[in-house]
């Protein structure tokens, strides 16, 4: 338990230096510049979905930053506190990154390892919409303040797309585009080089077409690269303290729709005041 405790202690020590979360509140299709000042210059990024050999995050996607430890050892023998101190170490080859957090236990704890590695080159972001009920919005808010994240606010606009309110089975491909591109943007405007995801390894066993969008898109996934299963994220995000370690996991409302039954706001609402009153 020594080294758990060790780790605890330095991750805390950076990540919780701050005295609350600065947020940054950003509309679907106006961007809002803060005081950081860009350290750094960033390529251009498009919203479009183009190629992965194209897109400027696309260097880093198939590339796995291993540690030598992790190398040598092999993934199956190494602790989760092992896999820690290589995401740490994957995120400081990284440089600067922006999350895509929810506040769900992935992403939290991929934010604050990113804060812990790189202090004020990385913030998160959280999106809200009417497919996340407005109490997990309000959570993850309290929870970044509470941790001393760097955060900045969009909202998005789902059914704006044909495609994704059609609802088909690829519909999470569609929401994932429009965020990841939105979310490339903001990275562009705050001088940060790559966005981030908190996709763990359990999830390349899944039929997840957001993965899609995230490999089209460049965007990198520390969590699955440092090979942390979800069970791995639970149990490290209680040792390091992450108030929300055994948060059950969530999937946006839109998943409640059978698939080829079209989702509308109206319907969303639905889902929403039925759960509330659960």
Same mark, same amino acid.
């Given at each position: 338990?020594?080294?758990?405790?060790? /780790?605890?202690?330095? $991750?805390?020590?950076?990540? @919780?230096?701050?005295?609350?979360?600065?947020?940054?509140?950003? *509309?679907?299709?106006? #961007?809002?510049?803060? +005081?950081?000042?860009?350290?750094?210059?960033?390529?251009? @990024?498009?919203?479009?979905?183009?190629?992965?050999?194209?897109?400027?995050?696309?260097?880093? $996607?198939?590339?796995?930053?291993?540690?030598?430890? &992790?190398? =040598?050892?092999?993934?199956?023998?190494?602790?989760?506190?092992?896999?820690?101190?290589?995401? /740490?170490?994957?995120?400081? =080859?990284?440089? +600067?990154?922006?999350?895509?957090?929810?506040?769900? &236990?992935?992403?939290?704890?991929?934010?604050?390892?990113? %804060?812990?590695?790189?202090?004020?080159?990385?913030?998160?972001? #959280? $999106?809200?919409?009417?497919?996340?009920?407005?109490?997990?919005?309000?959570?993850?808010?309290?929870?970044?303040?509470?941790?001393?994240?760097?955060?900045?606010?969009?909202?998005?606009?789902?059914?704006?797309?044909? !495609?994704?309110? !059609?609802? !088909?089975?690829?519909?999470?491909?569609?929401?994932?585009?429009?965020?990841?591109?939105?979310?490339?943007?903001?990275?562009?405007? %705050?001088?940060?080089?790559?966005?981030?995801?908190?996709?763990?390894?359990?999830? #390349?066993?899944? %039929?997840?077409?957001?993965? =899609?969008?995230?490999?089209?898109? *460049?965007?990198?996934?520390?969590?699955? =690269?440092?090979?942390?299963?979800?069970?791995? &994220? @639970?149990?490290?995000?209680?040792? #390091?303290?992450?108030?929300?370690?055994?948060?059950?996991?969530? !999937?946006?409302?839109?998943?409640?729709?059978?698939?080829?039954?079209? &989702?509308?706001?109206?319907?969303?609402?639905?889902?929403?005041?039925?759960?509330?009153?659960?």
């Amino acid at each position: 338990r020594e080294p758990a405790r060790r /780790l605890r202690r330095r $991750a805390l020590g950076f990540a @919780r230096a701050d005295t609350g979360a600065s947020r940054h509140l950003i *509309g679907p299709r106006t #961007l809002v510049a803060d +005081s950081y000042r860009p350290h750094t210059t960033v390529r251009p @990024r498009a919203l479009s979905s183009p190629p992965l050999g194209d897109h400027p995050f696309a260097p880093l $996607a198939g590339r796995l930053y291993y540690s030598p430890l &992790i190398s =040598q050892r092999g993934m199956g023998t190494v602790s989760a506190t092992d896999k820690y101190e290589a995401l /740490l170490s994957h995120l400081k =080859q990284l440089e +600067s990154v922006l999350v895509a957090y929810s506040g769900g &236990i992935d992403s939290t704890l991929l934010a604050f390892a990113a %804060h812990a590695a790189l202090g004020d080159r990385t913030a998160a972001v #959280l $999106a809200s919409s009417n497919t996340y009920p407005e109490r997990e919005c309000v959570g993850a808010r309290e929870l970044a303040g509470t941790l001393g994240l760097r955060l900045i606010e969009v909202e998005t606009s789902e059914l704006a797309d044909p !495609a994704f309110a !059609a609802n !088909a089975p690829d519909r999470c491909f569609h929401c994932k585009t429009e965020l990841f591109g939105l979310l490339a943007r903001i990275a562009d405007l %705050h001088g940060l080089t790559y966005v981030a995801d908190g996709s763990n390894a359990d999830d #390349l066993k899944d %039929h997840r077409p957001g993965r =899609q969008a995230a490999r089209a898109m *460049g965007v990198v996934s520390p969590l699955s =690269q440092a090979g942390l299963t979800k069970a791995e &994220i @639970r149990e490290l995000s209680r040792e #390091l303290g992450l108030p929300n370690w055994d948060k059950p996991s969530m !999937a946006c409302l839109a998943s409640r729709f059978p698939y080829g039954e079209r &989702i509308t706001d109206e319907g969303l609402e639905r889902v929403a005041t039925a759960e509330r009153s659960e």
